[in-house]
């Protein structure tokens, strides 16, 4: 049935309200609707009060609770679509309702496009599918993430599940998985679920979860990743490369992060974490640590606490290029592991909420309480911790 062979009373008594607003859908008189006008009705003012939520960014109480995760991914990306800053206006972009297409189990695909009218000009914003799920007298609304990979295979590493349409790289995902799985135990974040979808470079990721079109994508690689988190579950969608080829550095402040705000710890130490465990620009600990050695320690009469106040560094060249290598990181990466090997890490953990300071003097008291290291001996405990950890390498 057409929109316009509608002709009950509530039903234009509800389009004139949601078209009355200017961030309402504006529906096409063409638009095929369901066959039942109640249903109709039902499915334009769920439609139109779930992107109203969306855009208000307040509780949405339309999504459909079983696939509320994969769900604000996709509302992440509606999120402020209808402001122009080259119009100086925050609903440019006004919803237009495209397509509705009927789906198995009383559920439709509904296609909304957000364009901006300026004199003569349209401009596109964005194109979004949406599920609506029909329940009772309404509807509630999903992404189409589920619907999209329902045949999909999937693989288990522990509390990580991973989905692919094709043959998985099952090294590189238990490589992914086991460094996770370390630095969550780390931090004492191993519960829940932790799902990744992950498509080949010739699938566009976001159109897993129903964005269709978005300018802020124009020419881009789409390289990125997409996540999204509720309660115990967290999801990733993405390239399969972004994925396996996570910087594990970078690894260890995105796990980090998930317990702790960055503006909570000492960064200082954050870092020196991550290169003990991840390394740097792509290089180990192990490739690395040589390296530092050979640049820095020549005698033992270097001042290593000049070199922390200083930033002194070492230039490295790799695949991402010339990158500098700060020599506190890796003074502090050891540090790090002498406090882990007497303390556990507890006692790495007491040193990483330290405030930062210019002096430092929380983290001096907390270093010396922790492992008998003041300024007055730091370059004296440094040089051994070097030489353990060369005796160890050899």
């Not at 006008?37 to 307040?58: K, P, R, Y």
């Amino acid at each position: 049935m057409k929109l316009k062979n509608i002709s009950t009373l509530l039903f234009i008594t509800i389009c004139f309200n949601i078209n009355a607003q200017t961030n309402s859908l504006v529906i096409n008189p063409d638009i095929v609707m369901p066959k039942d006008s109640l249903d109709s009705i039902a499915l334009l003012f769920s439609v139109n009060a779930f992107l109203s939520s969306a855009q208000e960014n307040s509780q949405n109480k339309w999504i459909l609770a079983p696939e509320s995760i994969e769900t604000q991914i996709l509302i992440d990306e509606i999120q402020d679509i209808q402001k122009s800053d080259e119009f100086e206006s925050d609903l440019f972009f006004k919803p237009y309702l495209t397509n509705i297409i009927p789906l198995e189990n009383n559920k439709y695909a509904v296609h909304i496009a957000y364009i901006g009218i300026n004199e003569n000009s349209a401009y596109l914003r964005a194109n979004f599918e949406l599920i609506a799920h029909k329940t009772n007298d309404s509807f509630l609304i999903s992404s189409p993430l589920i619907k999209n990979t329902e045949n999909w295979k999937t693989k288990n590493i522990q509390n990580h599940i991973f989905h692919y349409p094709y043959t998985l790289d099952d090294e590189k995902a238990q490589m992914f998985a086991n460094k996770v799985i370390f630095y969550d135990d780390k931090i004492k974040n191993n519960t829940g679920e932790f799902h990744y979808y992950l498509v080949s470079d010739e699938i566009n990721p976001l159109d897993l979860f129903g964005v269709k079109y978005k300018s802020d994508y124009n020419g881009d690689d789409l390289s990125t990743r997409w996540v999204s988190e509720h309660g115990k579950k967290s999801l990733w969608v993405a390239k399969e490369a972004r994925v396996f080829g996570y910087d594990v550095h970078d690894l260890w402040h995105n796990r980090l992060r998930r317990v702790i705000s960055r503006r909570e710890v000492h960064r200082d130490v954050d870092c020196q974490i991550a290169t003990l465990y991840g390394g740097l620009w792509g290089f180990s600990w192990e490739e690395l640590f040589p390296i530092f050695c050979e640049k820095f320690v020549v005698g033992k009469n270097i001042n290593w606490l000049e070199h922390k106040k200083s930033n002194a560094h070492f230039i490295t060249k790799g695949k991402r290029g010339e990158r500098k290598n700060y020599t506190d990181d890796f003074v502090g990466a050891l540090i790090v592991k002498k406090i882990e090997k007497e303390k556990g890490f507890d006692g790495v953990w007491e040193l990483l909420i330290t405030k930062r300071s210019k002096k430092d003097e929380e983290y001096f008291t907390t270093l010396e309480k922790l492992t008998g290291i003041s300024k007055k001996n730091y370059n004296k405990e440094v040089f051994k911790l070097i030489e353990e950890e060369i005796k160890n390498n050899q």
